[in-house]
């Protein structure tokens, strides 16, 4: 059996930056919007992979009118409490530990040759994951950013694993928060390592601010480094906003799952509206209009090239 697992945890405050402004005035308003994304994270890895298990993953009650159309769709909503895994409370990312908390519950309802994949709720999937589970039954698969050494974030993940653990150098891979999957063992040692490392981060005073991505790239690591295969064929984070930052690999040696971070309260709200009045979901090219992808033309005429072309065509 696969298991899909999409999370989303209710905080004191809204920090999210990308839920700033855009007429989200109130925590039960991003709720809403976080539910309608998770909703289209499941039901659209439902679509393309109807055997999986489907689990929303939430500590608070979740409206009527939102579960009734999760229900209708196969996605079931489990409730779990958030405490086991918390980071500091004032730390702006803090909510995303939830996810630790939503693995562990979901561990407890697999068998030993299950499957598990958990996604962050601002993601799609375009495609059966056959392949996906196929190497997630033999090896834990995790998502390594592209981001270089000093780049901010990493920084910060380095600085706080030295500290922590005093070790010879401070590189390390930084994986991103909204891709795990693995087989039953190998996801129960990793949330141990990460436990480890959480109980760890909570009796140093002076860490920068930590969440799951410091977590997890320190877990690894420190605990399972060599175990660990790139989930890069299968997802990418597409930066759909000013920071223009895309690919057309939603078409061409397609990925499977887009991870769509500008999109929370934009493109993913047109997918859910579209969802809920069709029942499925729009064709690849269309989705991608939605979300703000690129074009996939391949433009042969720019005017840096078009004198080679015609020298090109000359010299036949
Ligand atoms: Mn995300």
């Known amino acids: 059996m696969n298991y899909i697992v999409t999370q989303v945890a209710r905080p004191e405050e809204n920090t999210v930056p990308q839920m700033q402004g855009n007429g989200i005035t109130t925590v039960d308003k991003a709720m809403d919007v976080y539910l309608k994304n998770a ?5 659209s890895a439902k679509q393309y992979n109807p055997n999986a298990v489907c689990i929303l993953s939430c500590n608070f009650d979740v409206p009527g009118y939102l579960r ?5 769709t196969g996605i079931q ?16 990312w803090a909510i995303t530990q939830y996810k630790f908390n939503a693995i562990e519950h979901v561990l407890e309802l697999m068998d030993k040759e299950d499957c598990m994949l958990v996604l962050d709720s601002d993601t799609m999937c375009t495609k059966k994951l056959d392949e996906l589970f196929s190497e997630a039954a033999n090896s834990l698969i995790l998502y390594p950013t592209a981001h270089s050494y000093s780049q901010e974030k990493r920084a910060e993940i380095r600085y706080n694993y030295q500290i922590m653990y005093h070790a010879d150098n401070d590189n390390l891979v930084h994986y991103g928060g909204e891709f795990f999957a ?3 063992n190998q996801m129960q040692e990793l949330l141990n390592a990460c436990l480890c490392v959480i109980q760890c981060a909570r009796e140093i005073e002076d860490l920068k601010p930590w969440d799951d991505e410091h977590i997890l790239s320190i877990a690894v690591e420190k605990f399972l480094k060599g175990y660990v295969y790139p989930a890069n ?11 223009y930052l895309v690919s057309t690999n939603y078409y061409y040696d397609p990925v499977c799952i887009w991870h769509l971070p500008a999109e929370k309260n934009f493109g993913m709200l047109v997918l859910y509206d579209y969802f809920v009045k069709h029942g499925y979901f729009p064709n690849v090219k269309k989705s991608a209009k939605i979300v703000g992808f690129p074009s ?12 080679m072309r015609i020298k090109n065509k000359l010299m036949k």
Do not use: D
């Open 68 to 72: 009734t159309i999760a229900e209708r």
């Open 39 to 43: 909703i289209v994270s499941l039901a």
């Open 296 to 307: 996939i033309q391949y433009k042969a005429w720019n005017p840096y090239r078009w004198k």
């Open 77 to 92: 909503i489990h409730t779990v409490p958030f405490r086991k895994y918390e980071s500091k409370e004032e730390f702006r």
């Open 182 to 184: 693995g087989n039953k």
């Open 233 to 243: 064929a299968y997802i990418f984070r597409y930066w759909t906003n000013q920071f």
